[in-house]
Protein backbone atom coordinates (compact mmCIF):
# COMPACT_ATOMS: atom_id res chain seq x y z
CA UNK A 1 0.00 0.00 0.00
CA UNK A 2 2.79 2.07 0.73
CA UNK A 3 4.59 1.97 -2.68
CA UNK A 4 1.25 2.78 -4.48
CA UNK A 5 0.99 5.93 -2.44
CA UNK A 6 4.44 6.88 -3.42
CA UNK A 7 4.14 6.37 -7.07
CA UNK A 8 0.07 8.51 -6.80
CA UNK A 9 2.20 11.01 -5.64
CA UNK A 10 4.28 11.07 -7.98
CA UNK A 11 1.85 11.94 -10.81
CA UNK A 12 0.22 13.91 -9.08
CA UNK A 13 3.63 15.89 -8.38
CA UNK A 14 3.78 16.00 -12.13
CA UNK A 15 0.24 17.61 -12.05
CA UNK A 16 -1.62 14.21 -13.38
CA UNK A 17 -5.01 13.29 -12.38
CA UNK A 18 -5.32 10.09 -10.18
CA UNK A 19 -8.03 8.31 -12.08
CA UNK A 20 -8.85 4.92 -11.06
CA UNK A 21 -7.39 3.23 -13.96
CA UNK A 22 -3.71 4.85 -13.36
CA UNK A 23 -4.50 3.61 -10.03
CA UNK A 24 -4.96 0.31 -11.06
CA UNK A 25 -2.07 0.36 -14.09
CA UNK A 26 0.20 0.85 -10.73
CA UNK A 27 -1.59 -2.42 -8.67
CA UNK A 28 -0.77 -4.67 -11.45
CA UNK A 29 2.83 -3.38 -11.55
CA UNK A 30 3.32 -3.67 -7.73
CA UNK A 31 1.21 -6.91 -7.26
CA UNK A 32 2.14 -9.06 -10.26
CA UNK A 33 4.54 -11.48 -9.45
CA UNK A 34 6.05 -10.83 -13.43
CA UNK A 35 7.61 -7.41 -13.15
CA UNK A 36 8.11 -7.02 -16.63
CA UNK A 37 4.65 -6.63 -18.54
CA UNK A 38 3.54 -5.66 -21.75
CA UNK A 39 1.01 -3.20 -22.59
CA UNK A 40 -1.11 -6.19 -23.36
CA UNK A 41 -0.57 -8.03 -19.67
CA UNK A 42 -1.73 -5.02 -18.27
CA UNK A 43 -4.60 -4.77 -20.10
CA UNK A 44 -5.47 -8.05 -19.48
CA UNK A 45 -5.26 -7.77 -15.72
CA UNK A 46 -7.57 -4.49 -15.34
CA UNK A 47 -9.92 -5.74 -18.48
CA UNK A 48 -12.66 -7.28 -15.48
CA UNK A 49 -12.46 -4.33 -13.73
CA UNK A 50 -12.35 -1.35 -16.28
CA UNK A 51 -14.05 -2.73 -19.45
CA UNK A 52 -14.33 -0.04 -21.57
CA UNK A 53 -10.66 0.92 -21.33
CA UNK A 54 -8.80 0.45 -24.62
CA UNK A 55 -5.31 -1.19 -25.19
CA UNK A 56 -4.87 2.50 -26.64
CA UNK A 57 -5.66 3.98 -23.17
CA UNK A 58 -3.18 1.30 -21.47
CA UNK A 59 -0.88 2.36 -23.84
CA UNK A 60 -0.95 5.87 -23.39
CA UNK A 61 -0.82 5.55 -19.73
CA UNK A 62 2.40 3.49 -19.71
CA UNK A 63 4.16 6.15 -21.67
CA UNK A 64 2.88 8.52 -19.67
CA UNK A 65 4.27 6.75 -16.57
CA UNK A 66 7.90 6.08 -18.42
CA UNK A 67 8.24 9.66 -19.67
CA UNK A 68 7.96 10.60 -15.57
CA UNK A 69 10.14 7.79 -14.89
CA UNK A 70 7.67 5.22 -12.73
CA UNK A 71 8.28 3.12 -15.61
CA UNK A 72 11.00 1.87 -17.72
CA UNK A 73 10.58 0.21 -20.95
CA UNK A 74 12.62 -2.50 -21.78
CA UNK A 75 13.46 -4.15 -25.15
CA UNK A 76 14.78 -7.29 -24.88
CA UNK A 77 15.78 -7.94 -28.90
CA UNK A 78 12.61 -9.09 -31.17
CA UNK A 79 9.86 -9.72 -28.31
CA UNK A 80 7.19 -6.92 -27.46
CA UNK A 81 8.32 -3.99 -25.13
CA UNK A 82 8.01 -4.51 -21.49
CA UNK A 83 7.56 -2.37 -18.65
CA UNK A 84 8.62 -2.75 -14.88
CA UNK A 85 8.22 -0.14 -12.12
CA UNK A 86 11.53 1.92 -11.74
CA UNK A 87 12.75 0.67 -8.53
CA UNK A 88 15.77 2.53 -7.38
CA UNK A 89 17.75 -1.07 -7.37
CA UNK A 90 19.82 -0.69 -10.07
CA UNK A 91 19.90 -4.12 -11.97
CA UNK A 92 19.58 -6.09 -15.60
CA UNK A 93 18.42 -9.00 -17.07
CA UNK A 94 18.87 -12.35 -18.41
CA UNK A 95 16.50 -12.96 -20.93
CA UNK A 96 15.44 -16.56 -22.34
CA UNK A 97 15.43 -16.64 -26.17
CA UNK A 98 12.56 -19.44 -26.54
CA UNK A 99 9.74 -18.76 -23.82
CA UNK A 100 10.87 -14.82 -23.11
CA UNK A 101 10.78 -15.22 -19.68
CA UNK A 102 13.31 -12.68 -18.02
CA UNK A 103 15.24 -12.61 -14.54
CA UNK A 104 16.81 -9.84 -13.13
CA UNK A 105 20.41 -9.91 -12.25
CA UNK A 106 21.71 -7.77 -8.98
CA UNK A 107 25.01 -6.63 -10.28
CA UNK A 108 26.74 -4.64 -12.87
CA UNK A 109 28.88 -5.55 -15.62
CA UNK A 110 29.70 -2.06 -16.30
CA UNK A 111 31.91 -2.18 -12.80
CA UNK A 112 33.94 -4.99 -14.79
CA UNK A 113 34.46 -2.42 -17.93
CA UNK A 114 38.52 -1.22 -17.84
CA UNK A 115 38.00 2.51 -17.27
CA UNK A 116 41.33 3.35 -19.01
CA UNK A 117 39.85 1.65 -22.30
CA UNK A 118 36.46 4.55 -22.44
CA UNK A 119 38.19 8.13 -21.83
CA UNK A 120 36.49 11.32 -22.80
CA UNK A 121 33.12 9.65 -22.47
CA UNK A 122 31.07 9.94 -19.33
CA UNK A 123 28.52 7.42 -19.13
CA UNK A 124 24.74 8.73 -18.50
CA UNK A 125 22.80 5.86 -18.92
CA UNK A 126 23.15 2.23 -19.70
CA UNK A 127 20.79 -1.15 -20.01
CA UNK A 128 22.65 -4.78 -19.88
CA UNK A 129 20.47 -7.72 -20.89
CA UNK A 130 22.33 -11.51 -21.57
CA UNK A 131 20.19 -13.80 -23.91
CA UNK A 132 20.31 -17.73 -23.95
CA UNK A 133 17.85 -20.06 -22.50
CA UNK A 134 16.45 -20.70 -19.41
CA UNK A 135 16.90 -23.78 -17.22
CA UNK A 136 13.16 -24.50 -17.84
CA UNK A 137 13.83 -24.72 -21.61
CA UNK A 138 16.50 -26.73 -21.55
CA UNK A 139 15.22 -29.67 -20.13
Same mark, same amino acid.
Given at each position: ??????????????????????????????????????????????????????????????????? /??????? $? @???? &??? !? *? =???????????????????????????? /??????? $? @???? &??? !? *? =??????????
Amino acid at each position: MKETIFFIKQLQEKGLKITPQRQEIIRVFLESKNNHLSAEDVHNQIAEKFPSMSLDTVYRNLSVMQQ /LGILTEL $N @FGER &KNL !F *E =INSSQHHHHLVCTKCGVSEEIDFCPLEF /LDADKVK $N @FKVK &KHS !F *E =IFGICANCME
